[in-house]
């Protein structure tokens, strides 16, 4: 099979990793793909058009495409590939509107009954900023389109809130904003494989989104991940029957089969799990946790999803745990540095490095985006998997790197009590 995936992140590379393993893959493709991805695909230059893609994809006769990011789901990626006849793992257009209006995610929430934080939507700044006034904080305040991860303000003061709205609202292209009660508890994600009738939850995972230690600073993309996150086996079967199922079943009564990857951002809360958001593809840097510990053929599951057959298949993990740390570029998320020299050694055994931000500059490898590498160390346990990552992070040659020194810490209290 030739196969194909787009994107150009750590996710990506991580995807692209899983899938060279398959036997079924005769030739790998990434579009636009990064420095890292070079090694294991051919790069196809790609300025996101969608429509040109898929005719690109028809010409050379690709057999499968994985969709890694989020915008060009939102655009319409999957439907372009779909109406050629060929098969793409990611959902069409309507159904990533999960993640594409949070507005509309929290409409469907409120309608199947799934358990998710209070909410208004407004497109008004009056309108929000006095509604502000009336519920206090602390609130959480959210872009309801793509914003990469960081669309997201929780505010602890009113003026923090105020000025979330107004960045949001004020736009000259306008904009809609969710302000959402605040929900207290442990931040944890499960996503699940679907075709629209059965539904597969991967292992629990653990997103870090603050560029900080102590989980300070801006929100970001995603610091780190760790998997499995120890989530027990009630709370996993409650998000099963009372979120995922909900929301596949949902879509399909208004008419949108889901065939992709379901992604839940959840608070653990004392009432039990509720959804801060649904994403429509796998999680970044949730990926580069997950599919190391995935015994599955990853080609294989993602065509039983494209042409819905996922009913009847079962998912194998291997034992131990993974951790992946973020080193982003300086001056990240706001303004990072592009152009600075790396040097990735080899790494030791247990040790995986994605590529997210990189390129080849006149044969030096420089940094090319904000997130730039994902080291992931893999081991029997927690401990072991977060270790090695932290001890092999050293020997990487990036000026300035910045990382979270704390990832799966609040896992390891869980652990340990």
């Given at each position: 099979m030739k196969v194909l995936v787009v994107g150009s992140g750590g996710r990506e590379h991580a995807l692209l990793w899983k899938a060279a393993q398959s036997p079924l893959v005769e030739k790998l493709y990434a579009a636009p793909g990064n420095a890292g991805m070079a090694a294991l695909a051919e790069l196809v230059p790609w300025n996101?058009?969608?429509?040109?893609l898929a005719d690109w994809a028809l010409a050379e006769g690709i057999d499968l495409t994985l969709v890694g990011p989020e915008a060009p789901l939102v655009e319409g990626i999957?439907?372009?590939?779909?109406?050629r006849g060929l098969l793409v793992f990611g959902p069409t257009q309507k159904a990533a509107m999960i993640e594409g209006s949070k507005a509309f995610a929290?409409?469907?929430?409120e309608r199947y009954g799934i358990p998710t934080a209070r909410y208004r939507v407004f497109r008004e700044p009056l309108e929000a900023l006095a509604y502000l006034e009336e519920v206090g904080v602390p609130v959480v305040v959210k872009d309801s389109g793509l914003a990469a991860g960081k669309g997201v303000t929780v505010a602890f003061d009113l003026h923090q809130a105020k000025q979330a709205v107004a960045n949001i609202l004020n736009r000259a292209e306008g904009?809609?904003?969710v302000i959402e009660e605040y929900l207290e508890g442990e931040e944890a994600t499960v996503l699940a494989l679907t075709d629209g009738e059965t539904i597969l939850p991967l292992?629990?995972?653990q997103d870090h989104k603050r560029l900080l230690d102590g989980d300070q600073g801006p929100m970001t993309?995603?610091?780190g991940a760790i998997a499995p996150y120890p989530m027990d086996r009630a709370t996993l079967r409650r998000v099963e029957e009372e979120i995922l199922k909900p929301l596949?079943?949902?879509l399909r009564a208004e008419g949108v089969v889901y065939r992709g990857v379901v992604y839940a951002g959840l608070m653990l809360t004392r009432e039990g799990p509720k959804v801060l958001e649904f994403n429509a593809r796998f999680g970044d840097p949730e990926a580069q946790a997950l599919l190391p510990l995935l015994e599955n053929d990853l080609v294989e599951l993602a065509l039983r999803v494209a042409e819905g057959r996922l009913a009847g298949t079962r998912l194998s993990w291997k034992e131990g745990a993974a951790a992946c740390v973020v080193l982003a570029a300086p001056g990240y998320p706001e303004s990072p540095r592009k152009g600075i020299p790396l040097h990735v050694p080899e790494p030791p055994e247990g040790v995986l490095v994605f590529h997210a931000g990189t390129r080849r500059e006149g044969g030096r490898l420089v940094s090319a985006g904000g997130r730039v590498l994902n080291v992931v160390g893999l081991g029997k346990d927690l401990k072991e998997a977060l270790e090695r990552a932290y001890a092999y992070i050293p020997q990487v040659g990036f000026p300035g790197a910045v990382y979270r020194r704390d990832i799966g810490r609040r896992a390891l209290a869980r652990l340990s009590t």
């Open positions: 996101g058009d969608v429509e040109a999957a439907d372009a590939f779909q109406a929290k409409g469907l929430m904009g809609e904003v292992l629990p995972s993309g995603g610091m596949v079943r949902g």
